[in-house]
């Protein structure tokens, strides 16, 4: 058997056998706003429930382990006291998993991420119109558990309003566990369907991906595309070139035989079918190629 000391291995190794470890761990997918009201959307997987009267619910945005720096999240959250937690399922993992891009302050990630921002009742941060439950928190407190790369700060939340949608209720009002469809967060890149079993999502670009916002409006109004396939499409570093567009199409026959159908609709499913099997940049080349 494998023993460890923690005292004696690299924290980014260690916060690895952790995440692997203990799992699957629910998603929060928090939302604040800064001091100037600019709204603020990330994901946390050290996340549950601690008490239900009152109704209490714990996230923690840990320090950084490569620089030991702080998330937005976490400075919103001691500045102004309110948050939106937005429950995670299926339909919205990858534009969720878009969202945890660490782009620059101010950068709205619900635009990023092609999710909608719907006004809450009491709290000023905004929910997320997607997601199937969401929690206005007043934040009654903030732990600091450390003060290095990996530290973690519990931010203590008290829910004061519950929204769920109605299509995730049974005929007796209670959730029901198929319909709602969770996902939770598992080590490395691998999730938990809460309905099915595990499932792999490909982390964000170390760079920062071109958001679901630089998507064209007739992919993003199309019907044949998801939520989870804008996701995808906003996770590269940069649209494909006209040059990059004309080689493929020219080298792969099928793709050819598609445009010159002149059927859009063909044309939209083929890049889907490109997006199912996680073939992003194709997709683009496709839905960009010229007929």
């Known amino acids: 058997m494998l023993t460890i000391d923690p005292k004696e291995i690299a924290p980014a190794k260690l916060q690895g056998y952790l995440q692997s470890a203990v799992a699957p761990r629910p998603i929060a997918f928090a939302s604040t ?3 100037n009201g600019n709204p603020n959307l990330s994901p946390f997987s050290f996340f549950n429930v601690f008490s239900s009267n009152p109704p209490i619910l714990i996230f923690s945005p840990a320090r950084r382990v490569r620089d030991n720096t702080i998330k937005h999240t976490l400075i919103n959250s001691k500045n102004t006291r309110e948050v939106v937690i937005n429950v995670v399922n299926y339909d919205i993992v990858q ?8 782009y620059p302050d101010g950068v709205n990630e619900f635009e990023k991420a092609g999710l909608t921002m719907v006004k809450s009742d ?3 941060p905004f929910r997320v119109a997607e997601s199937p439950v969401q929690f206005e928190c007043k934040i009654n407190d903030v732990v600091a558990l450390g003060d290095k ?3 973690g700060n519990l931010v203590i939340c008290e829910v004061v309003k519950i929204h769920i949608n109605e299509a ?7 959730i029901d566990q198929h319909k709602i469809d969770l996902v939770a967060r598992c080590g490395g890149n691998w999730y938990s ?8 999502v490909e982390k964000p670009l170390t760079t920062l991906g071109i958001g679901v916002d630089n998507v064209p409006e007739f992919v993003k109004e199309s019907t044949i595309f998801n939520g989870n396939d804008l996701g995808k499409l906003g996770n590269i570093e940069a649209i494909p070139t006209e040059e990059e567009i004309a080689i493929f199409v020219a080298e792969n026959f099928a793709v050819k035989a598609v445009l010159s159908s002149d059927d859009e609709q063909k044309k939209m499913q083929l890049a889907k079918d490109f997006l199912d099997k996680n073939e992003t940049l194709k997709a683009w080349k496709v839905l960009l190629a010229k007929q």
Do not use: C
């Open 168 to 174: 995730v209720l049974d005929e007796n009002g209670a």
């Open 149 to 151: 790369g990996g530290a």
């Open 193 to 200: 369907r809460s309905n099915l079993a595990l499932f792999e």
């Open 122 to 124: 009491i709290v000023k």
């Open 95 to 102: 534009q969720m998993s878009l969202s945890s891009t660490e």
């Open 33 to 35: 706003l800064d001091e």
